[in-house]
């Protein structure tokens, strides 16, 4: 298993981000949280978990050994794949998922994209004992909470992060945040979280026709 990658960004994409180790260019998922992080040209240190497919070789890159570990774990439930555990730790840190588990809490778990009521249930029971306990600090489990850098500030720090993590301007970012709001705003008035890997790509959407 490949633990972890470490090199200079080389490139960073919606997505997913490029490590040059000894000379290779290395391909991670990344969820944006931890893509913000990332600066192309700087040295970085990466998590990760291999998925391994008939047809594929997926390399899953975190922030931290807890996120890797939360990631595996997730996929542990039924009807969990790497792409869903990855969109769950998009939306929660890994103690926010764990509070959230831990107080039964369905909202933040429908605040997954891909997760619906029924799905959510059903992994409140399977993971209950899987997870572990979370830290005191986010023990009320509140939807889109996160301990971790790069969730605070709710979607609008996240995709602001994001954005400038990907190289475009404050200015830029600015306005591709105000053009996803209706979306955003749309969602939270369905009484859920406002999905900010969707808006990410809304947002380079956005910039993309603007150039």
């Known amino acids: 298993m490949i633990a972890f990658v470490s090199g200079t960004v080389a ?24 893509l913000a992080q990332l600066r192309v040209g700087r040295h970085a240190k990466l998590a990760t978990s291999l998925v391994v497919r008939e047809d594929s070789l997926t390399l899953y890159g975190f922030e931290d050994e807890d996120a890797r570990q939360t990631f595996e774990l997730l996929q542990t439930a039924s009807g969990v794949g790497p792409r869903l555990a990855q969109s769950m730790l998009a939306v929660h840190s890994p103690d926010a998922l764990r509070a959230a588990v831990a107080g039964g809490d369905e909202k933040a778990l429908t605040a997954v994209p891909g997760i ?14 899987r997870l572990g306990e979370p830290a005191s600090a986010v023990a009320a ?5 996160a301990a971790g850098a790069g969730q605070s500030g709710g979607w609008r720090g996240q995709l602001h992060s994001a954005l400038v993590g990907l190289g475009y301007a404050t200015r830029e970012a600015d306005e591709a945040v105000a053009a996803v709001a209706p979306q955003a705003e ?11 890997p ?6 380079l959407q956005t910039l993309n026709r603007a150039r």
Request: with cysteine; aromatic share 0%.
């Open 11 to 34: 490139a960073l994409a919606p997505d997913a981000a490029v490590v040059e180790v000894g000379g290779v260019g290395v391909a991670v998922q990344c969820t944006p949280g931890t």
């Open 116 to 129: 619906g009521k029924k799905g959510a249930q059903k992994l409140l029971l399977e993971l209950k004992d």
């Open 141 to 145: 489990g509140l939807p889109g909470q």
């Open 186 to 196: 749309a969602a939270a008035a369905d009484g859920a979280e406002p999905p900010v």
């Open 198 to 203: 969707q808006l990410l790509r809304s947002a």
